[in-house]
């Protein structure tokens, strides 16, 4: 199934600020089909003149008619007269006769979308872009209670501000937030001073937990609220705003209750402010386990710190007791031991300084590279090292395997490819949707015979890439001379 913004891309001919504008409309429109109770379909002109469905949203606050989305379906000749008279006159426009979808009775009503020029001018395209269509079903009705009313009046106002395209705001904040209240979790509608005119029950419910005894029908909620603040607790500089309802935005307000979260839609008609609804939702326990989890992210930074450290401290001493040695072989062999456990060290130290257990690979490389200079002067020779592509972000363990394997092989092509010679190791990563190839290569004299060594660091290596990392290895000898080493590893 396509998405709205692959929907209007290929079906109509909207321009990208009318995409934007579409796709902003339906990142709230579940917030409009639960407090309408209705399906909602977003309708674009088509290129050959009709109308195509580029979006539906159910409500999940009463029975849906649409049991299968109808994105990418052509209109129905019965909604097609009133939907194309909304997008023609601008106005909103009901169904005289009630429809029958599917055997399930239900009213239609066709809003038009309009859209504002920009988020400075409160100025708005003279023609809509689109309709909406709010098809609310009629099989299970009941006479509406207090609060269903109040939700479908809420609803009609915001409706009523698509047509005239003042909803969605454009100076909302970017982005969901975690914990973002629902029309079902709390709802409140304010008038133009910030007193209270009607509360959901849950909406009660969420202030009483906070700490409110009183009632809230009927009181200033800013008045009402002011007193549960707390020193010692943050508060949001743009909380007055939100709780008088003058500006759309999001806050948390916090107590030593627990945390409820805040977004507050002012109410507009024809440009004009009348009122604000409030969404609430108590967040206490979310926050909670936000805070363990930073807790816990920063104890496993710190712990990749001491890791870091200690293997630092360990490459240290095999670095002093080489430099002891006076057998070449265990020199050797030591040195190698001591790059093998810097380049670890590498991963951990990047793994650090960042919250995700994912590193950027091809810093973690140019910091391995950097060993290999090192090893180069220590053999009185110049290499010069080349990298052509991107590593991209690999998971922690394989960041880990993949720094000591490409260790070992530019660690064999300075010490046995380019012994006693300057030259080059050139390294390429090309990355694919499932699968990472990687090339090290250099201009020495090339594998003896043309078979690949039995050394400790071959042995590492295939058995890195075999057993660790799920791959393959091979190894060639161009015709130019050199050795060359492909590994592809499956991501």
Request: hydrophobic share 40%; aromatic share 4%.
């Amino acid at each position: 199934m396509a998405t709205p913004s692959q929907l209007l891309k290929s079906l109509s001919s909207a321009s990208q600020a009318d995409i934007e504008w579409l796709n902003l409309v339906t990142s709230e429109w579940q917030l409009l089909s639960d407090l309408v109770f209705a399906d909602l379909v977003l309708w674009v002109p088509g290129k050959a003149g009709s109308f195509i469905a580029a979006g539906h949203a159910r409500p999940s606050s009463s029975a849906t008619i649409f049991y299968r989305d109808i994105s990418g379906s052509k209109i129905r000749a019965v909604w097609a007269d009133q939907v194309a008279e909304a997008y023609e006159t601008g106005e909103i426009v009901d169904q005289v006769q009630l429809d029958n979808y599917d055997g399930i009775p239900n009213r239609f009503t066709a809003v038009p979308v309009r859209r504002r020029i920009n988020h400075k001018s409160e100025a708005v395209e003279p023609r809509p872009i689109a309709v909406i269509t709010r098809h609310t079903n009629l099989a299970d009705t009941k006479v509406p209670n207090k609060v269903q009313l109040n939700y479908m009046a809420a609803g009609n106002d915001l409706m009523r501000m698509i047509a005239e395209g003042g909803f969605p705001d454009l100076g909302n904040p970017t982005g969901p937030k975690r914990g973002a209240p629902r029309a079902n979790d709390g709802l409140l509608r304010l008038d133009t001073d910030g007193k209270v005119l009607f509360a959901s029950p849950n909406g009660i419910s969420v202030f009483n937990n906070l700490g409110v005894e009183q009632e809230l029908e009927g009181q200033v909620l800013a008045g009402v609220v002011t007193p549960l603040l707390k020193s010692g607790y943050t508060v949001d500089e743009s909380l007055p705003v939100v709780l008088s309802g003058k500006a759309s935005w999001r806050v948390d307000l916090e107590s030593g209750n627990g945390t409820v979260s805040l977004r507050s839609i002012p109410l507009k008609r024809q440009g004009e402010r009348i009122g604000a609804l409030l969404l609430c939702r108590d967040v206490s326990e979310l926050r909670k386990q936000e805070r363990e989890l930073i807790t816990k992210d920063a104890t496993i930074r710190e712990i990749h710190h001491r890791v870091k450290n200690n293997l630092q401290t360990v490459a240290s001493l095999l670095r002093m007791q080489a430099r002891r040695s006076k057998s070449e072989e265990t020199k050797e062999s030591l040195e190698q031991a001591m790059r093998r456990v810097s380049a670890i060290a590498v991963v951990h130290d990047t793994l650090s300084s960042g919250l995700a257990q994912e590193v950027n690979f091809d810093e973690v490389f140019e910091r391995v590279m950097l060993l290999a200079s090192e090893l180069a002067a220590s053999h009185g020779t110049t290499v010069n090292t080349i990298k052509d592509g991107k590593f991209g972000q690999l998971r922690s363990e394989v960041a880990t395997t993949l720094a000591v394997v490409l260790t070992e092989l530019v660690t064999n092509a300075v010490e046995h490819g380019l012994a006693q010679r300057s030259g080059l190791v050139a390294v390429s990563a090309e990355r694919h949707n499932k699968k990472l190839e990687i090339a090290v290569s250099d201009n020495g004299k090339g594998l003896p015979d043309g078979k690949v060594g039995n050394g400790l660091g071959t042995q590492i290596v295939r058995t890195l890439v075999e057993g660790e990392l799920r791959g393959s290895i091979r190894w060639f000898s161009p015709t130019e001379g050199g050795t060359r080493a492909v590994i592809s590893l499956p991501l």
